[in-house]
Structures are given as structure tokens and as C-alpha cells.
């Protein structure tokens, strides 16, 4: 019998839902739209949200159950069209859309702009597909403010509840903690959001422990903004210098990654206390999409496989195994009590050569042998495996084209068979996916050769590991959010201030001739303008050239007087970063005859291959392709070559009086080209402008250490095999000090602890 008895109404101001709450006695709160024609069950003096709309209390409904059994109930009762549909994962959703470009989208079919709707409305696209292909599974990129995530959440659960069998949406996000440099942190006020190192900074603290407490404040954010599913941790040993994913991972050593990927995970998904639901999950707790099966750190050359130009993944050094190291010891065995990361994501690769059952050199989501060998019957992983965005859409554009569809190795195969083929691998989810229709004629397919029994089957088992993850962070019960508790919660002084302390625990001194560092606040400090050449950004937009102080300069002066001359000056601060030289794709040298394939430089200077291999180890058979990929003998000058002249005339300016370089790394660095002609060398990997000053004027003793090796120059970056770790010969500087991994200055000299004792590899 149906009861709406005990219910407490809350309006959400300026929003217009009407949510209603009902306190359940000894049970989860319950949450929901009275618009979407859900009503209430009462059964023995408990409450159940009656999703399914029949007036009975359906298994799956019944939040008493295991999460599984509800989630093979609830399965049980979907049409193959809501499975279907269930295995999608949205394309980037920007709150609100964008008018233009890749985020676009309309609202009645008007922009954004011209609709005059509220922020948090739901697009015409969002409205299609999640009532018509039955989406529930959503990726957010932009948000416009912590509070209009949560209310674009709010209406997207109530539309959600008020279809079908009442599925929530687990909304999703990449990692979207980084920091914004110019900005100050202010002990006592908040943000938009707490500001953390890059997963690379994470890595130079050396403490898993500073990884987990980011995990457990994350994951509070994201929940507070209706987020469920973070895309997330990268935990790929990044044993290539060139890729240009490296800042997005833990650094070369298998050892660091596992345990940072196990605090990263067990920090997310855990819940503790009265937010626990069962088994460490509850109302805190974010699932953790950990990538990229079976490790995506070893592209030919460091090209990335989000282009067709970097689809292989390479293995001169018979060293595949080592790369599941993360996955199979550290996201698989947490210490926490829900045992293992709930998602898997593998890479756009192709591992070549690597399948030894079929010999097969497809993207790792389509290889049955990674998929369905490897990761679920060797390490018995039962979680929801998930493919990266758009590798089942055609390949389209020029191989340097990021919007590109990424079949790799299966172009030949219809859209269709291409879906078909990662069912039968093992996976269970599309990325990037708004449609189901391809869905539906993988199952016809299947149905054709192995019998509907079978493929229903299939559908469902799926549909049980997607469904568990909504079900273990109580979605069924309450997806919805309070806005105003959201504004509260995101970004505030206790999450900003932990955040600060990590990034000050991620900067790495590399050099400090004469204990030049620290120097006496109120000295008068000369930074040069930076040049950045124009060029492009990673989804090929064109990006202008530009002059301009790389720093904050207000933040500057409340720790050193500005000098506008360097003859003013006590000491020059010069910040840089890692060169920045493309894709290792040029279409213009394709155009001039060449096969299009050019050097990655790590070097400042204008770079030329010679030591470059002269057949490369991987390449496509197809006439449309290139088989031999080699850029030997070809040139490549960085977009901000300038960083080396800004450095190296400043020296000269400044007449012998110290320099000092502040260097932005994303990946590891050639420094040979100025390092002996500065005093001292401070390394971030995203942080703010005020934790740099802090450690400049000795507020902060920094304790940071390289998370990689920083090779001596590019002979030995192309002599190195893409997929080892340590194989670099490392620069060593005036101060015969050798950027080795694990390396790192004090005040005192070189630091030797507890985590270089730990983590530091004796060298052969």
C-alpha cells in the first residue's frame, strides 16, 4: 500500500524543483521528484521509492538487498533497448553548452546565449538521449559554478526518474582538481574548487598519503556536484619522456604508481562512518574509472594514440608485464574495504605484438586476449570495463586530427561490428557514445551466432556491473543534491588549504649554487616578459603567439620588490617550461613529400633526429598509411624555443648576480642547454604562483623529488626503450648533482629519507 506519510518538502531557491525528502527509520534517505510520477511504498514501517510505477515493491527497489542482487533484479526487468543504452557513456557535456565548437549544443533549438534559459537547463541533446537511447551514464567537462552542477544534476535525475524503470544517472568527470597558477590562496576563505598538483606533483611528494587525503576531499566535491564516476586515476607508468600524457600520471616507477593508484582509489571510494552504506561504500564514495589497461605509457616515440599517428604502443624492451604493476597490485588490492577500483578503462593503443593467443594487433578494448584473458580471467577483475571516447566511430581527418574517430586496427570494420567486437572482448561499455542503434545491431549479430539466450545473458552481465556501481553509492535512493550545501562544501578553506599544503609539498629543488636559496624577502627580483610563439592546442585549435609576465605580478610583490630594469635588480627569476614541440605528426612535411612523421624534442633548442631509429617499430600496412614511421635526420624547433634566449639573456643582463629558473614540467626536461649558467632551479608540476614565492623567500623548505629521470640530452631520449623505466642517462649539473629519479635538494643539500630509501632504485 502506497504512503506519502513524514515527508519533508524542500524547495531549492531560484530553481523551481519541488524535492521531496522522506527520513527513513534506520534506512537511507529517500529523495525524489514528485514530477516524475515516482510515489512512496511503505512496508513495515520502512519506505522504498517505487520506481518501476506499479505499486509494488520490485527487488531492486528494495534497498535492504545486496547491491548485486538488486542489480541482477533490476537487469532482469530491462529491455535489450535500456541495456543498450545503459552501456553508453555521453560525449563531453559543458554546463551550460557552448554556442560553438566541440561543446556545442541547443536549448529548443536555440543557443545558449539566444535561449535565455537558466545554466543548469538540460539540452536538447541531454533531453534525446537520455529519454530515447536511455543514456545514463553522463561525462561532464565545464562547469559553470559548483551550485549549477548541482542543479543541472537535480534536473537530470528527475527527468531520469520519470522515464522507464527510474535508472539515476551516474554522472562522470575527468580529473578537474588542477591549479589555476595566478590565483592566492587565502587561509581563511574557499574556491571554486580545492587546487591540487597535477597527478605528476602528487607523485613528486613521495607520500601516498597526501594522495589519499586528495581522494577522500575529492570525492566529497564531486559527490556535492552530483558527480558519482570520477575518470580517474591515470596510473600508466609513463616509461616514454616524450608522451605528452606524462603530467597525468604517477611518473615512471611501477613501484610509486601502485601505491599512489591504491591510496588515489581507496581515498575516492571510500565512505566511512554514517555516510557508509555496506562495505565501505556510501554517500561519499566516487568510483574510480582507473586507466589505461594494460598501460598506455609506451607509444612509439611518445606519439599519442589519441591521433593515428601514435596508435602503437611499443615493447623493445620485453617489458609489457611490468605496466600492469599499478592495476593488478595496487587499484585491485586496495586497503580499504571496497577491494578494488569499480571501472577500468583501457587505452587507445594498439600493444603490438603482444597477444599471444591470437595474435591480434587491435586497440587494447577490442584484443579479447588483454580484455578477456588477461584482466578478467588472470586477475579475476569483475568490474565494469569501459573503452576510451570514440574508438568505435570512423577515422576521419588528417593523423594529427584529435576529433578523429580511433577504430585502430579494426578500421575495416563497420561502426556495428566494431561494437560487436569489444562485447565479445569483455567490455562493457562505450566512451563517448550517445546512440544506441550500433548497440542493438551488435546484439542482433550475436543473437545470429550464438542464440538470443546467450546474448541476453551477455547484455545482463553487463548491465549488473554497471548497475552495482549506482547502487553501492545509494543513487536509487537519493540522487539528488543540495545546491546551497554544494557552494558550501565545494572548495572550502579546510579542502583549499590541504590542497595548498600538497602543492607545496610538490616542488622539487633541483639546484642551489651557493645556498642562493632562500633569498631575503623584500629583495628587489627582475622576471622577464615570456614569448610564446603561436601554435596549437591538443585538439588542434590554433593558438596565438604572445608576450607577457608568466607570473601573477601582485602576488610577486607581497614577497619581493619589482625591478623594471635588471640593473635594478638583486636577482632575476625566469619561469619556463618543458618544450612544447607537437604531435610527432606534421601534415606540411606529408605535403612536401615526406611520410610525415617528425621528431618529439625535450630540448630547447631547434632539435635534428640523428640517433632517431632508422626503420621505426611500428607501422600500418594499409596503402592509405605509413608503414615505416621513422623521422630520422628530420628537425623540430619547440613552440617556445624562446624559453632558452629569455633564460640565457637575463643571465647576461643581471651581470653576475643570480638567476634564478622556475620550470613548469609536464614531462622530463633537457636542461643542459642553461642549467650551468643559473644559480639555482626550482620544479612545480602545476601549482599556484604563491607557493613558488613561499619557497623563493624561505617560508616553505621545499621537499619534493623527481617523480622521473631528466635526461642528459636527446641522444640518449632516443637511444631509451619506450617501454622501461631508469634507462636514461641523467643530467648532472655544476653542483655534480644528477637529476636521477627520487632526486631533490633542502636547504641542507641533497634530501635522503625515509621515501628515498623507500623508492629510490640502486642503478646498475
Keep these: 500500500m502506497n504512503h506519502q506519510i513524514n515527508l519533508t518538502t524542500q524547495t531549492i531557491p531560484g530553481n523551481g524543483d519541488n524535492i521531496r525528502y522522506i527520513d527513513n527509520p534506520g534506512g537511507p534517505k529517500l529523495g525524489y521528484s514528485p514530477e516524475s510520477g515516482v510515489a512512496i511504498i511503505e512496508m513495515d514501517g520502512l519506505y522504498f521509492k517505487d520506481l518501476s510505477r506499479d505499486g509494488r515493491l520490485d527487488r531492486y527497489e528494495d534497498w535492504r538487498l545486496t547491491p548485486k542482487e538488486r542489480a541482477k533484479d533490476l537487469a532482469s526487468k530491462m529491455t535489450i533497448e535500456q541495456i543498450a543504452g545503459l552501456m553508453l557513456y555521453s560525449r563531453h557535456q559543458s554546463i551550460p553548452a557552448a554556442s560553438g565548437g566541440w561543446f556545442s549544443a541547443t536549448y529548443g533549438g536555440k543557443s545558449y546565449e539566444e535561449s535565455g534559459v537558466k545554466p543548469w537547463e538540460l539540452t536538447d541533446e541531454q533531453l534525446a538521449f537520455l529519454a530515447q537511447d536511455h543514456v545514463r551514464h553522463v561525462l561532464v567537462t565545464t562547469v559553470e559554478s559548483p551550485e549549477v552542477a548541482a542543479r543541472w544534476n537535480n534536473k537530470v535525475q528527475a527527468y531520469a526518474e520519470g522515464t522507464g524503470l527510474g535508472i539515476p544517472a551516474n554522472n562522470s568527470s575527468d580529473p578537474r582538481h588542477s591549479t589555476d597558477a595566478s590565483s592566492e590562496f587565502n587561509a581563511g576563505s574557499g574556491g571554486r574548487i580545492s587546487m591540487w ?65 591504491r591510496a588515489y582509489v581507496d581515498g575516492f571510494q571510500t565512505s566511512e562512518g554514517d555516510r557508509e552504506i555496506s562495505e565501505g561504500w556510501g554517500y561519499d564514495s566516487v568510483n574510480a574509472m582507473v586507466k589505461h589497461w594494460p598501460g598506455g605509457g609506451s607509444g612509439e616515440a611518445g606519439r599519442d594514440a589519441h591521433y593515428s599517428s601514435g596508435k602503437y604502443a611499443v615493447y623493445p624492451g620485453n617489458n609489457f608485464h611490468e605496466h600492469f604493476i599499478p592495476f593488478v597490485d595496487g587499484a585491485f588490492k586496495l586497503e580499504g574495504k571496497t577491494g578494488m577500483a569499480s571501472a577500468v578503462m583501457p587505452y587507445y593503443t594498439i600493444s603490438m605484438n603482444q597477444d599471444t593467443v591470437n595474435g591480434e594487433n587491435v586497440g587494447n578494448s577490442y584484443n579479447s586476449y588483454l580484455i578477456k584473458d588477461l584482466l578478467r580471467e588472470k586477475y579475476g577483475y569483475d568490474g565494469v570495463v569501459c573503452t576510451d571516447w570514440a574508438i568505435t566511430a570512423d577515422e576521419s581527418g588528417p593523423r594529427d586530427s584529435f ?94 588549504r590541504e590542497g ?121 600496412t594499409r596503402t592509405t598509411d605509413v608503414l615505416n614511421r621513422s623521422y630520422r635526420g628530420k628537425s623540430v624547433t619547440p613552440q617556445n624555443a624562446a624559453d632558452l634566449d629569455m633564460v640565457l639573456e637575463t643571465k647576461k643582463a643581471l651581470n653576475g648576480k643570480p638567476v634564478i629558473v622556475s620550470m613548469l614540467l609536464s614531462n622530463p626536461t633537457v636542461v643542459e642547454e642553461f642549467e650551468a649558467e643559473v644559480d639555482a632551479i626550482l620544479v612545480n608540476f602545476g601549482v599556484l604562483d604563491q607557493a613558488i614565492m613561499e ?70
Design 403 to 496: 576529433l578523429s574517430g580511433k577504430p585502430w586496427g579494426v578500421e575495416g570494420l563497420t561502426v556495428a561490428e566494431r561494437h560487436y567486437k569489444l562485447l565479445m572482448a569483455g567490455v562493457d561499455q562505450f566512451g563517448g557514445n550517445n546512440e544506441m542503434e550500433p548497440v542493438l545491431a551488435a546484439y542482433h549479430m550475436g543473437v545470429r551466432e550464438h542464440g538470443e539466450t546467450y546474448m541476453r545473458e551477455r547484455f545482463e552481465q553487463s548491465a549488473v556491473r554497471l548497475l552495482s556501481n549506482m547502487f553501492r553509492l545509494g543513487l536509487f535512493e537519493n540522487p539528488y543534491v543540495d545546491p546551497l550545501e554544494s557552494s558550501r562544501m565545494v572548495g572550502n578553506p579546510e579542502f583549499m
Design 500 to 620: 595548498y599544503e600538497a602543492q607545496l609539498k610538490s616542488i622539487v629543488m633541483l639546484k642551489n649554487k651557493n645556498g642562493v636559496l632562500p633569498v631575503e624577502r623584500k629583495s628587489k627580483v627582475y622576471i622577464p616578459k615570456r614569448f610564446m610563439a603561436a601554435g596549437q592546442d591538443w585538439f588542434g585549435n590554433p593558438t596565438p603567439e604572445s608576450l607577457e609576465y608568466p607570473v601573477n605580478l601582485d602576488i610577486v610583490a607581497k614577497y619581493f620588490e619589482l625591478a623594471e630594469h635588471p640593473d635594478e635588480a638583486d636577482f632575476g627569476l625566469v619561469f619556463i617550461s618543458t618544450p612544447k614541440s607537437g604531435t610527432g605528426y606534421s601534415q606540411e612535411d606529408e605535403d612536401q613529400g615526406g611520410n610525415g612523421y617528425v621528431p618529439m624534442s625535450l630540448q630547447y633548442k631547434t632539435y635534428t633526429a640523428e640517433h632517431a631509429r632508422e626503420v621505426s617499430l611500428a607501422g600500418d
Design 197 to 261: 598538483p597535477e597527478t605528476l606533483g602528487l607523485a613528486a611528494t613521495f607520500d601516498p598519503d597526501i594522495t589519499k587525503k586528495f581522494g577522500e576531499m575529492a570525492s566529497k566535491e564531486y559527490r556535492a556536484m552530483g558527480l558519482a564516476t570520477a575518470l580517474s586515476p591515470q596510473i600508466d607508468i609513463a616509461t616514454e619522456p616524450r608522451w605528452f600524457r606524462f603530467n597525468g600520471t604517477f611518473g615512471e616507477d611501477s613501484r610509486l604508481t601502485t601505491d599512489m593508484a
Design 695 to 764: 619557497v623563493l623567500a624561505g617560508e616553505v623548505e621545499p621537499s619534493g623529488l623527481l617523480p622521473m629521470q631528466m635526461p642528459a640530452n636527446m641522444k640518449t631520449v632516443e637511444e631509451q626503450l619506450e617501454d622501461v623505466a631508469f634507462d636514461m642517462e641523467c643530467h648532472t649539473d655544476s653542483e655534480n648533482h644528477t637529476y636521477d629519479f627520487a632526486f631533490g635538494l633542502n636547504w641542507k643539500g641533497v634530501i635522503e629519507d625515509e621515501r628515498t630509501e623507500k623508492y629510490r632504485k640502486p642503478r646498475p
